[in-house]
């Protein structure tokens, strides 16, 4: 890895604690909409398309009502969700050393919007790419490509730090090396098969990593 200018970081499973927040609220809505309970494997099977994406395809009738009970669910309920330990120092040493950080995220605006303001951490990032702001979905490395030509960057000087698949093959397909967390990974065993560039167990492992490289 030469000199990191840049980190993209994910947001669920990786910056923040909120899976769980995610499985309740899809829960909420399939409960009240279908009186239905999902478990976290057909939850999980849903992920790539942002929620408004996933609520007009399965509530197709009343999406506009089922987006309003998942959003107030979301927002409501979020006291659940945290930064993971050693995060938020990390991030704070980080913008000392003049690092830009992003987000690239599957997930849509609202929901990014709504957990970063409610973990007070919007302000440390110079750019965040939602679901809602690529014609592809996350797997691939549209996000990524963006923010490379925005910040004129080098992808020698960026590195890519996710818990799941898609950030693996996004970070590939662009070519930028990539870290996989696997503090809270839902897809931990996938993660490993795909060999990414660095593997952290903690968060002190990745700190101790980034202070090398900058």
């Known amino acids: 890895m030469e000199k990191i200018k840049a980190i993209i970081f994910d947001l669920d499973g990786t910056l923040a604690s909120t899976n769980s927040l995610i499985f309740n609220s899809f829960n909420y809505i399939s409960k009240k909409y279908k009186d239905k309970e999902l478990s976290k494997k057909d939850i999980i099977s849903l992920f790539g398309p942002t929620e408004?994406?996933?609520?007009?395809?399965?509530?197709?009738?009343?999406?506009?009502?089922?987006?309003?009970?998942?959003?107030?669910?979301?927002?409501?309920?979020?006291?659940?969700?945290?930064?993971?330990?050693?995060?938020?120092?990390?991030?704070?040493?980080?913008?000392?050393?003049?690092?830009?950080?992003?987000?690239?995220?599957?997930?849509?605006?609202?929901?990014?919007?709504?957990?970063?303001s409610k973990l007070n951490v919007l302000e440390y990032f110079d750019s965040t790419i939602t679901g809602d702001d690529i014609k592809q979905r996350k797997?691939?490395?549209?996000?990524?490509?963006?923010?490379?030509?925005?910040?004129?960057l080098r992808k020698e000087n960026v590195l890519m730090i996710g818990d799941a698949v898609a950030d693996i093959k996004a970070a590939r397909s662009v070519g930028v090396e990539v870290a996989s967390v696997l503090w809270d990974s839902y897809a931990k065993d996938e993660v490993l098969q795909l060999k990414s560039d660095y593997i952290f167990n903690t968060v002190g492992e990745l700190k101790e990593f980034v202070k090398k490289h900058l």
Do not use: C, M, W
């Open 139 to 152: 797997s691939s490395g549209e996000g990524i490509q963006v923010l490379l030509e925005k910040f004129n």
């Open 52 to 116: 408004d994406e996933i609520i007009d395809e399965f509530f197709t009738e009343e999406s506009d009502l089922v987006k309003k009970d998942y959003y107030d669910y979301y927002s409501t309920h979020h006291d659940s969700a945290k930064l993971y330990p050693g995060l938020e120092e990390l991030i704070r040493f980080l913008k000392s050393k003049k690092v830009l950080l992003f987000i690239y995220t599957g997930k849509g605006r609202k929901t990014t919007d709504i957990t970063l």
